[in-house]
């Protein structure tokens, strides 16, 4: 059976203490800020994390093989990683999962978040883990990870090989605020949730998971001009607008293009419904379910809007941001 046609169990956190002893021999070397939830965040190879998403990373780097029928989808945090692993799972998997009878509600994803269906790279233990023996996914056209790391921290067999990646990045704005609330979820109560002004001093000065956000951006942008076959860049706000172009898109990119037959019966239309976020936000698993590590499914979907950072930003710091944005961006056609 494959693992991509199952949902598995994700790990749990570790604390900061619990990591193994190389990393904390490690993580002792690297330079440290203050984290937005955890005590610290950590800075490798120009990148910001939490100490059990470092360890994550070290391993990933070891151990994980990249293999030419792969397909990795990319993120900075909040900027729809969700919603890619819901489209990109439906659409690899859709002989096996049909959704033409969607009102019978078989789907996995009527019982199962998608980060349930899609396993993230950097989370997993990589060491006698089956979910990355070739052999779990012998019925699957293809493998289906997702990750945050950066491109310079992907392992090399991801970039050396023909796998393919799927990056999809957020205005700006938006990603900020939907951190924000996000961070502030998974903050022990007695902490209080973090100011929205401390979070976005850290924000802009890069500090924040797998940031900085600009620099994450940035380099899949520019390897997705240099090697369009090999990386897809999306962005949230156009995926929001036009969905069904987008799932075409990505199916093209897969390899596995929707046949006239199914244009006709309408699977475009099926699948980007039974991804959208009013169908998925309102599913019991998503309402009431947690993963292991504790998050309630819930906080992956808070209101799914465009814009919503107007609701929260001061003038000024709208302005800061725009120059941020200009600043970083400049040269690369790149808009955010
Ligand atoms: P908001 O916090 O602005 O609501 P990630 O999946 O990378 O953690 O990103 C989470 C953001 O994507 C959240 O944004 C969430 O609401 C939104 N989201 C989740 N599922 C979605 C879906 N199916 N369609 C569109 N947006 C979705």
């Known amino acids: 059976m494959s693992i991509s046609h199952q949902s598995y169990t994700p790990p749990k956190y570790l604390q900061e203490d619990e990591v193994s002893q190389e990393c904390k021999d490690l993580l002792s ?9 955890e005590p610290h965040l950590y800075n490798y190879q120009g990148f910001w994390y939490l100490a059990w998403q470092f360890q994550g990373v070290l391993e990933c ?9 792969d397909i990795l989808l990319i993120s900075s ?11 990109a799972f439906t659409i690899i998997n859709r002989n096996s999962h049909s959704i033409s009878n969607d ?3 078989k789907h996995p994803l009527f019982y199962n978040n998608p980060h349930k269906l899609v396993p993230h790279l950097e989370l997993e233990s ?14 699957s056209p293809s493998r289906l990870f997702a990750t945050h790391l950066p491109y310079i ?11 393919k990646l799927v990056y999809i990045c957020r205005d700006t704005k938006d990603t900020f605020i939907s951190l924000w609330h996000f961070m502030n979820n998974l903050r022990s109560n007695h902490l209080g949730p973090n100011s929205l002004e401390e979070a976005f001093e850290m924000f802009c000065r890069g500090v924040s998971i797998f940031g900085p956000f600009w620099d994450h951006v940035l380099d899949y942008w520019k390897e997705s001009k240099e090697r369009p076959n090999k990386v897809l860049f999306l962005k949230y706000e ?38 959208s976020f009013e169908n998925l936000s309102k599913l019991v698993v998503n309402k009431d379910g947690k993963l292991p590590s504790g ?16 609701n929260y930003l001061s003038p000024e710091m709208v302005e800061q941001l725009n120059r941020l944005n200009e600043e970083k961006f400049r040269g690369s056609r790149l808009e955010l």
């Open 126 to 139: 990589h060491i006698n883990n089956p979910i990355f023996e070739p052999s779990s996914f012998s019925s």
């Open 238 to 275: 156009e995926m929001r607008e036009d969905p069904n172009f987008h799932v075409k898109r990505l199916a093209e990119f897969f390899g596995v293009p929707f046949s006239l037959e199914e244009e006709g019966s309408r699977v475009v239309e099926k699948i980007t419904n039974l991804c």
């Open 295 to 310: 998050v309630e499914n819930k906080t992956f979907f808070r209101g799914g809007e465009v814009g919503d950072w107007k």
């Open 77 to 87: 945090p909040k900027c729809g990683t969700t919603w890619l692993k819901a489209l």
């Open 153 to 163: 921290s992907l392992p090399k067999s991801a970039k050396a090989s023909s796998c």
């Open 61 to 69: 780097q070891k151990y994980f093989q990249a293999q030419d029928t």
């Open 29 to 37: 070397t690297l330079p440290k800020e203050k984290g937005w939830a």
């Open 103 to 105: 009102h019978e509600q």
